[in-house]
């Protein structure tokens, strides 16, 4: 590992998830006892781990006392199984649930990108539908959504992602290689700056527990987007009187920017839209400190 990916595991831990004890890794910043209205829960996207958010929790910390984060199953630092686990987008909410519960989290306000975009969905949906546990009382102050495909039908997936959810995907990951990993990301994340830096340390995470060649598993989550987008998801968007912000880069080329202004006018009429001018899809990795502005901005009307 690198430095920074090494330093950033020193500072975290391991829980253990289900039946069979697959190991997830876990980090906080700052008091553990902070109420929830100081708390941020985040979420990671694909093909991503909780290391994206690196450059950005010393600013998120400007505003918030507690910020916890960890690493979905089949990512980053936790276990990345064969067998013995689905890549639902339910299982990962009940993995988020289980993070929460471990550290004894009553609520806090939810950030998310990507496919955490949609994990973050199937957990409002829970919220609408009152089944949350009991031990999560304070429940979610707000919701964030940055960059990630909530309107399937909206997003223009790229030819090596359709691959993937096919019978040949598992195929194709055997091939995966960092030129055409570099090649995927740069065409995702749009003309917006991108490091090389910030795409090998995506590389590294998905190097870990050989990660590169199971992303034909990882990303079955947009399965469970075609099934349940309509049916459970988007309603309960429209339906909640949570705080919702609606935060976009628009150099997006796969989750668009026509996205974000169809769950403005179509879905969450309520909900607060920042368009991030000149960010791609990995807005907190191209330009970390123009993110936080965009991301922070919304909290400051908030309690």
């Known amino acids: 590992m690198s430095p920074q990916l090494l330093d950033w595991k020193s500072r975290g831990h391991f829980i253990e998830y289900g039946t069979f004890k697959h190991r997830i890794f876990v980090r906080q910043i700052g008091d553990v006892s902070a109420p929830p209205q100081k708390t ?8 991503e781990s909780s290391f994206s958010f690196h450059q950005v929790v010393e600013g998120l910390s400007t505003r918030f006392d507690h910020i916890v984060l960890f690493d979905m199953i089949g990512y980053g630092l936790s276990d990345k199984p064969l067998n013995n686990f689905g890549y639902s ?4 909410a009940d993995i988020a649930l289980k993070v929460w519960e471990s550290l004894h989290i009553q609520g806090g306000h939810l950030l998310a990108h990507d496919m955490g975009n949609s994990v973050a969905t199937e957990l409002l949906a829970r919220h609408e539908n009152n089944v949350l546990p009991a031990w999560f009382g304070q429940g979610f102050q707000s919701i964030t959504f940055t960059n990630g495909s909530i309107v399937l039908q909206l997003a223009k997936l790229r030819v090596t992602q359709k691959i993937l959810l ?5 195929y194709l990951s055997k091939l995966v290689n960092f030129p055409l990993f570099k090649h995927q990301i740069k065409s995702a994340h749009g003309n917006a700056p991108l490091s090389d830096m910030a795409i090998n340390n995506l ?5 870990l527990q050989d990660g590169h060649k199971k992303s034909y598993l990882t990303i079955r989550y947009i399965k469970d987007r075609r099934r349940f987008e ?3 998801w988007l309603p309960a968007l429209s339906t909640t009187n949570l705080p919702i912000h609606i935060c976009w880069g628009d150099q997006d080329q796969v989750a668009r920017v026509q996205m974000a202004y169809y769950l403005k006018e179509h879905v969450c ?3 607060t839209l920042s368009i991030m001018k000149g960010l791609g899809h990995f807005c907190q990795l191209g330009n970390p400190n123009k993110w936080l502005e965009y991301v922070l901005n919304f909290y400051k009307d908030l309690n």
Do not use: V
Not at 89 to 92: N, T
Not at 166 to 170: A, H, I, P, V
């Open 40 to 47: 941020l829960l985040l979420l990671h996207g694909f093909p």
């Open 89 to 92: 987008l339910f299982e990962q």
């Open 166 to 170: 096919t019978s040949y995907g598992k």
């Open 203 to 207: 590389w590294e995470n998905n190097l």
């Open 230 to 232: 309509k049916p459970r």
């Open 269 to 271: 009429k309520n909900a």
